[in-house]
């Protein structure tokens, strides 16, 4: 299972538990055309959290007003129904072999839609938290740049997915084509995508200088992002996650 919440994190969080809701199956549109590899280069808008110095799942720094929010899974910020948010989680944007080349940031504020809080409801596996290093004025996104949240983009998408599995210390990363796999969740193959993983973004059109681009997506949902490494599942980003995202921003 691409569980993020390990025992490092149930270690913090009260009541670990797994999803099994099922998900319908569709045959179109899961095939990866290139195969998971470790990046050339690190995507400084892309990271790996934290917590007791250990990278446990992968975040993304969205556009906002204040310029310090962070997009990932809920399962990384919240264990759902009957847990509470976690503490301690620092977000290292552009992780790679062991090297933080923009420093490690303080994350705070976590924020999950109520259905997840409430009852771990898979279609609603997104989270928000907010960024923020000590003794820089500078905000996270004029460091990181960032990428362009979307609501109710529909499901059928050539994205780049990206996370940080626990058994590597350097992102993989995929192009490939999402799907609709149930009412609220989407599906992409891409093969490789471990624990770790859970919260990496699925960008649309992003730009080849920048690498940056529009996020219709974040490894979660079904079975905390599935239990094959080689496809992954994201909550779909319906009203319920922009709502949550105005939220964040309006704190600008």
């Known amino acids: 299972m691409r569980r993020a ?43 790996a959290l934290f917590i007791d110095g250990t990278h446990f799942c992968t975040a993304s720094v969205v556009h906002s007003a ?10 990384c910020l919240h264990d759902g129904e009957g847990g509470e948010y976690a503490t301690g989680i620092s977000f290292a944007p552009g992780y790679h072999d062991g090297v933080a080349p923009y420093g490690y940031w303080d994350v705070s504020e976590p924020q999950v839609p109520e259905g997840w809080a409430d009852s771990s409801d898979p279609d609603l596996d997104v989270g928000f938290a907010t960024a923020h290093q000590a003794g820089n004025t500078k905000t996270l996104e004029s460091v990181t740049g960032a990428n362009t949240l979307v609501t109710g983009g529909g499901f059928a998408h050539s994205i780049t997915l990206t996370g940080y599995p626990d058994e590597r210390e350097a ?29 990496g973004p699925w960008v649309v059109d992003p730009d080849p ?20 490494p080689d496809t992954s599942y994201s909550s779909y980003f319906d009203t319920d996650v922009a709502t949550l995202y105005r939220k964040m921003d309006a704190r600008g």
Do not use: K, W
């Open 5 to 47: 919440l390990l025992l490092v994190l149930c270690a913090v969080l009260s009541g670990c538990s797994a999803a099994s809701d099922p998900v319908a199956t569709d045959a179109g549109g899961t095939a990866a055309t290139v195969a998971a590899t470790p990046a050339p280069r690190t995507n400084p808008a892309i990271g």
């Open 66 to 75: 204040p310029g310090d929010l962070l997009l990932t899974a809920a399962h």
């Open 209 to 228: 200088a920048t690498e940056l681009g529009t996020v219709v997506g974040v490894i979660g949902g079904y079975l905390y992002g599935g239990d094959d």
């Open 171 to 199: 992102p993989v990363v995929c192009h490939g084509t999402s799907s609709q796999a149930d009412t609220y969740q989407m599906r992409v193959g891409c093969p490789g995508f471990t624990t770790g993983t859970s919260g």
